[in-house]
């Protein structure tokens, strides 16, 4: 295995989908207009504690943005054909999956770290540990990057498919998180489900973060996020070897 | 060394067998066409060799780099237009090389350089600072051939690289390839269009059904058909098939306002038809004789005769 070689096609994949991908409309939209529409929706005009449910507005802006410039970039360059190109350059599956998923990354922890730069302009927001902001940002974007990719992995080359698809997956894992409802007070069932979402897990470490008043310790939290970064990964190879196989 | 050592490849799509069995060696240096109808499978061949299809069974290694085993060094030996694959539209003609060319790993410099060389032999440079999605689809395949080629390919793979092109286009890819090869660049390419093959190909394996049924140089493949040789001859007036027999002779068919003699040897049916029309006073208005073709031989191998 030739590492330097994939290290660098790793990178330039990731240099070519910052390039081409970030400007893109579905990118914009579901990436940007659409975690401030929900913002609006949930937050404005009701007479809630916006520090208390900064936590949540910060982990869904994250969870958007981080998500959404994945689905896009596959299914678009198989419509384009560029794929078939991609592919026969020197460069593995894992140097467009992990490429992918950096330059999807990389738009979250951008976007995110600007939003909250904003915020703390116009909220007198506290932060207990910079530092494990700073990890919890990377380590969400990194998550929901490669979650977006592999909503990108099914055969189409239709992008809107997968755009329908990824709105279909990702708005219901924003409502059992815990986001709108402080985890603490939840019980029964719905802390079941709201532990289903990996969005919550992200959320708890902001709440550590910024009060310093999570609910799960943080080595916790992150331990999940490791896991689930591996599980998104894994799957989002199984599926698009498959297609490899299946010559689509 | 060859470039391209393939063993028993095969790949099915669900029922379908689209390669059966091939087994190809490209020696160093040459052209080599693979040529065939359309679904006959040379563009699943290809892909299992350039590394973009996993194949059911089967090696392929290219210098000597096992495809599936090592796929990043054996890319890094080819460049490759694939079929159905062309070039970012979002990026200028100018970007999409040196792209390229960073997959590679080549320098900066040399690549900046290089693909100022290939813009303009392949007569883009003036565009080169366009967005591909403004090309048409002839200057998008110069394009796409100009990134294979940026990093001087020991291999370079050509899926139906002329295809549907204009002929400016068409002329400007033939040459590049001719280019590329007396650079030192061993070429495959695939085909349907046999005039295409043997004025470009050293070599030539012809496709059908997902096996290789005959393969060899042009000239070859078309003398092992050499006994299906014919003149074809017009007279100033209407004559009957009768004057036709004669020993050697073995048929004689009417071709429009001609008539189509077969032979085993042209010779005996020249000397004939020059006796029969002097004996009966026909004036010869054309004749001509056939040279074998390789189509000739690409319609009986791939009717199965
Ligand atoms: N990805 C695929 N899925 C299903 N069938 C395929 C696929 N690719 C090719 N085929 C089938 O395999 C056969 C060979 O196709 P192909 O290799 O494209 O032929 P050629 O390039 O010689 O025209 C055809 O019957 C085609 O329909
Ligand atoms: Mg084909």
């Known amino acids: 295995m030739d590492w330097r070689t994939f290290a660098r096609s790793i990178l330039i994949v990731t240099e070519k989908n910052m390039r081409i991908y970030y400007f893109k409309g579905p990118v914009m939209i579901f990436g940007l207009l659409f975690p401030l529409i929900m913002f609006f929706t949930f937050f404005i005009g009701r007479d809630l504690d916006l520090i208390l449910f900064y936590p949540g507005f910060l982990g869904m802006m994250l969870f958007f943005t981080a998500s959404s410039v994945g689905p896009l970039i596959t299914p678009w360059e198989k419509r384009e054909k560029t794929y078939e190109r991609l592919v026969s350059l020197p460069v593995i599956l894992e140097s467009i999956i992990i490429g992918d998923i950096l330059s999807g990354a990389v738009f979250g922890v951008g976007i995110t770290i600007i939003v909250f730069c904003l915020s703390t302009l116009l909220l007198p927001l506290p932060v207990a540990n910079a530092g494990l902001l700073l990890l919890s940002i990377v380590l969400g974007s990194i998550a929901f990057a490669a979650l977006g990719t592999l909503l990108s992995s099914p055969a189409t080359n239709n992008p809107s498919n997968i755009m329908m698809l990824s709105s279909l997956v990702r708005l219901p894992i924003i409502f059992i998180s815990g986001i709108f409802i402080p985890l603490s007070q939840l019980e029964g069932l719905s802390y079941l489900l709201t532990s289903a979402s990996p969005l919550t897990y992200i959320v708890d470490l902001f709440h550590a973060s910024l009060k310093g008043n999570a609910v799960y310790p943080a080595w916790f939290d992150i331990l999940v996020m490791v896991f689930v970064i591996l599980l998104f990964i894994g799957a989002a190879k199984a599926i698009q070897k498959r297609n490899l196989m299946k010559g689509i | ?305």
């Open chain 2, 1 to 305: 060394m060859n470039a391209v050592e393939a063993e028993n490849l095969r790949k099915s799509f669900g029922y379908v067998t689209a390669v059966d069995g091939v087994s190809l060696s490209i020696p160093e240096g040459g052209i080599f066409g693979f040529l065939g109808p359309n679904g006959a499978g040379k563009t699943t061949t290809i892909r299992m060799l350039t590394g973009v299809l996993i194949p059911d069974s089967g090696k392929v290694s290219v210098f000597g780099d096992d495809v599936h085993q090592n796929p990043i060094a054996a890319k890094l030996k080819m460049g490759v237009i694939p079929e159905n694959g062309t070039v970012y539209s979002d990026l200028t003609a100018r970007q999409n090389i040196l792209l390229t060319g960073k997959f590679y790993g080549m320098e900066k410099d040399l690549c900046e350089k290089r693909a100022a060389e290939i813009l303009e032999r392949l007569g883009l440079t003036e565009r080169r600072n366009d967005l591909v999605r403004l090309f048409s689809k002839g200057m998008r395949q110069r394009i796409s051939i100009a990134c294979a080629i940026v990093h001087s390919p020991p291999l370079l793979v050509l899926d139906e690289p002329t295809t549907g092109l204009d002929v400016y286009s068409r002329r400007l890819v033939i040459d590049t390839v001719r280019h590329m090869n007396e650079d030192g660049s061993t070429v495959l390419l695939t085909t349907h269009n046999i005039d295409e093959a043997n004025a470009l190909c050293s070599d030539i394996g012809i496709i059908d059904k997902g096996k290789i049924i005959a393969s060899g140089s042009p000239e070859k493949l078309k003398k092992t058909f050499d006994t299906s040789r014919y003149v074809e001859i017009s007279f100033d007036r209407p004559v009957g098939k009768e004057i036709f027999s004669a020993p050697g002779i073995t048929r004689a068919e009417q071709w429009g306002d001609k008539w189509r003699i077969y032979s085993d040897d042209p010779d005996i049916a020249v000397k004939h038809l020059a006796s029969v029309a002097e004996r009966d006073n026909l004036s010869i208005i054309s004749i001509a004789t056939s040279n074998p073709s390789l189509e000739e031989a690409f319609v009986k191998l791939t009717e199965g005769i």
